[in-house]
């Protein structure tokens, strides 16, 4: 017997973007094809208007009278570093008030440590690591997979996560869960075959490429079709690292090119894997390529896997400025090692290269993630008054001197702020 599922999406909101959450738009898509009745209940943690309690009422009330009709309830909850307090309530409200299974996925889950899970998330019955969409369809039908990276409460904790490319799901967008507004995010592939010690997004470099062969182009270019005849303003490519297969992204680029898509393209890239074709086919479109430095400090660099060939980096800029392709670059402060002298160096450097917008933001320890297990080597302290901590001293820097370099950062982000009033929420989004 199917269940009825109802989805929570308490997502970090972007300006430009909205508070739509594609990675839930993606699973309530899997849903759909598969006939399972859900309903998806969304909000922006971040939000001015955001309150818990109204929230937790509606989840309440949904499930309430769903049980009520005689259905028997999945909930799904997508935990992130921002809405994790907002999760332990609305678990424990869940578990005391409804009959309801929970069920856990996202980021906190996906790279929470083996045998850990219970006992930091005490009120959810399942946990989902990896992506979501077949494991929220085999739950419904009961019909569990091992590739799902299902973990049922109370059982030996393996630590399976799910892998599913694009390919193999329904578009949230071809299948009407999501409608192109004037700006949107998009994801062309999944992965990353980089292992940045502060980024989530990590993949082996043999899997990426299985999976970019296996990349159903079809499902993009119809998905591009329908972006150009909504009239969508602005597309936030969410790819880490859009342009690392030039054939592929050649491709791609011709197919938007193709079908009259004027949609700005803000696409995320490494200076390392940019190719004069790659630059080519960028002509006639409307983008900013997303540079995401961290550090231009070689030292600082190598502790965070991140090492960047600025001789490499500074001949692309010197293209990007003669073909008028608009850029920025994103940097780091508070990074292992660093000093207010240092991170003046990495501003100084973009400087010394005209970079037209530079980005700087505070170091966030990921879950999960290298530096996760390196807080103690490199003395790693996090605030403790935000929704999402950052690193505000170290072995290199004290309190005082993280308030210096956020100064700096400040000083260089104030375009941003002039033009995007919350731009600082992009703090969450680290360039690949």
Request: net charge negative.
């Amino acid at each position: 017997m199917k269940k009825h599922i109802v989805l929570v999406s308490l997502d970090w909101e972007r300006p430009q973007d909205g508070r739509s959450s594609l990675g839930i738009a993606s699973i309530a898509a899997s849903l759909k094809a598969a006939e399972i009745p859900y309903q998806v209940i969304e909000d922006a943690v971040n939000s001015p208007d955001f309150d818990y309690l109204s929230l937790e009422r509606r989840v309440l009330e949904t499930i309430n009278e769903l049980e009520s009709l005689g259905h028997e309830c999945l909930v799904g909850i997508g935990a992130f570093i921002w809405n994790e307090q907002q999760t332990q309530q609305l678990t424990k409200s869940v578990r005391t008030v409804t009959n309801a299974t929970q069920v856990l996925g996202g980021p906190q889950i996906s790279y929470m440590e083996v045998g850990q899970l219970e006992l930091n998330y005490p009120y959810a019955d399942i946990f989902v690591r990896g992506h979501g969409e077949k494991a929220m369809v085999s739950l419904a039908t009961e019909s569990i997979h091992s590739s799902a990276g299902i973990h049922f409460s109370g059982t030996k904790d393996l630590g399976e996560k799910a892998e599913h490319s694009l390919n193999d799901l329904p578009s949230p967008w071809l299948t009407g869960i999501l409608i192109p507004g004037k700006s949107i995010r998009w994801e062309t592939m999944r992965g990353c075959p980089f292992r940045c010690s502060f980024c989530q997004h990590r993949e082996s470099g043999s899997r990426f490429k299985t999976k970019e062969q296996q990349l159903d182009i079809i499902r993009i270019q119809n998905e591009v079709n329908l972006f150009a005849k909504s009239g969508v303003k602005r597309i936030s490519i969410l790819d880490p690292i859009f342009h690392l297969d030039t054939p592929r992204t050649v491709e791609l680029l011709n197919q938007f090119r193709d079908v009259g898509l004027t949609a700005q393209l803000a696409l995320q890239c490494r200076f390392e894997s940019v190719k004069d074709e790659f630059l080519d086919a960028l002509e006639g479109l409307e983008v900013v390529l997303e540079f995401g430095l961290q550090t231009a400090i070689q030292e600082e660099g190598k502790l965070i896997g991140r090492p960047n060939r600025l001789d490499i980096a500074e001949k692309v800029i010197h293209k990007l400025k003669a073909r008028n392709i608009p850029f920025e670059i994103s940097l780091i402060y508070g990074l292992p090692e660093q000093t207010v002298e240092s991170f003046g160096r990495s501003l100084a450097w973009c400087r010394s290269q005209g970079v037209p917008e530079i980005r700087a933001w505070p170091l966030m320890i990921l879950r999960g993630t290298e530096l996760d297990k390196q807080r103690e080597c490199f003395g790693l302290v996090e605030s403790t008054d935000e929704t999402i901590p950052h690193v505000i001293a170290s072995n290199s820097f004290n309190h005082a001197e993280y308030l210096q370099m956020k100064a700096l950062a400040d000083a260089s982000n104030i375009r941003c702020i002039i033009d995007e009033p919350e731009g600082s929420n992009y703090g969450i989004f680290y360039r690949a």
